[in-house]
């Protein structure tokens, strides 16, 4: 089992280009910890969305590459944007979920994951041109190079030690989270 | 088939116009018989990606990457759908993204489904305090003034815009077998 903000800032060294959206919660705190950066839209609520501001700004910037990374929570509750994300096949968007298999935020109470429900399954089905779990840091490096150069759709289901980690706060007012990501994406 | 009345009147085509003249390049929905001419209009459209949804509320975080990478998104849905959207509009007011959504009403001028009421009652109400300005469209001459006007207002303040086609508009769903 992976930890999370070592997993997550692996993911992330030398990013470049790579456009990410974090889900609410500890992802965001993750991704905040790797290091701020304005290409994160981090997210503080919109539950159940990460996925689907992955895809329209995947369809909207073809040219670059979008990493969606969420809890198993988030993806959960928007499972059928796999559906959704399944009929496009963008091939620039990639999501990671870290996956506790609890909801961390509000208790640790066990999600569907702990009782075995299967993500990348389900994203196989949603035909995901790849998917697969990954439970070693030592995939990393492999996950942070689907990120840049796979093609997609992709998921990572990333099994992560239920493990109550210090918050990293971000920027949270989501107009200069918004303005800061857009000018920086302007600017590359 | 569950083909509406007017149909073949020329109001899908005065919205896609619009779609066109500001450069809408992404559309999400979840169908509606009332919506159907539309959504071929912007399925046979090259420069229009076409999402179809398994909710309404995956259209909001559409809309929201779409304006992140630069590109204008209008969502296509029944009041029904409305419903389902209500925690997800709060991304559009903290961030402020421009949001156009085009409703067919339900539920009122001669639905033959209860089931539908409940909802179609309160589908204004609920995008009101969700933070969108509400028109609605009785008739069919006025689509084309108020859908453009709606269309210009959120886009250029980014401002959440929600025009309501009615019921009596449309023409009550037919229910042919």
């Known amino acids: 089992m992976l930890d999370r903000r070592e997993f997550v800032k692996q993911l992330l060294i030398d990013r470049g280009d790579l456009l990410v959206v974090p889900g609410l919660g500890s992802a965001t705190y993750d991704v905040a910890a790797a290091g701020d950066h304005p290409l994160n839209f981090y997210l503080w609520g919109a539950m159940g969305g990460a996925a689907m501001i992955g895809l329209g700004l995947a369809l909207a910037r073809p040219d670059r590459q979008v990493a969606v990374i969420t809890g198993d929570g988030d993806m959960l509750m928007g499972v059928g944007s796999l559906a959704t994300i399944g009929v496009k096949q963008p091939n620039n968007l990639a999501i990671v979920v870290l996956d506790n298999a609890r909801y961390g935020e509000t208790g640790m109470q066990p999600s569907a994951t702990a009782q075995g429900i299967d993500l990348v399954a389900m994203a196989l089905a949603c035909r995901f041109r790849h998917a697969r779990a990954v439970s070693r840091i030592d995939e990393a490096a492999d996950v942070r190079a689907l990120l840049h150069d796979g093609k997609g759709p992709i998921l990572v289901n990333a099994r992560i030690e239920a493990e109550d980690t210090p918050r990293v706060l971000p920027l949270r007012d989501g107009h200069a989270i918004k303005q800061r990501f857009i000018a920086a994406l302007n600017a590359r | ?177």
């Open chain 2, 1 to 177: 088939m569950h083909t509406p009345l007017n149909i073949e009147t020329s109001w899908p085509d005065a919205i896609y116009a619009h779609f066109r003249r500001l450069g809408v390049r992404q559309v999400g929905y979840v169908p509606d018989a009332g919506h159907s001419r539309l959504i071929a209009l912007c399925r046979d459209d090259p420069d229009i990606a076409d999402v179809v949804l398994t909710t309404e509320e995956e259209g909001i975080g559409l809309v929201a990457g779409a304006a992140l990478g630069g590109q204008r998104a209008a969502l296509l849905m029944q009041s029904s759908g409305v419903g389902n959207c209500v925690n997800m509009f709060s991304l559009l007011r903290n961030c402020g993204f421009a949001c156009v959504v085009v409703v067919t009403m339900r539920g009122e001028f001669g639905e033959f489904n209860p089931w539908q009421v409940p909802m179609g009652a309160i589908t204004e109400d609920v995008l009101r305090l969700s933070g969108f300005l509400t028109y609605r469209v009785d008739n069919a001459d006025d689509v084309d003034p108020i859908v453009g006007a709606g269309c210009d207002m959120a886009f250029s303040g980014n401002l959440q815009v929600a025009i309501l086609l009615s019921q009596r508009l449309i023409g009550p769903k037919q229910w042919t077998r």
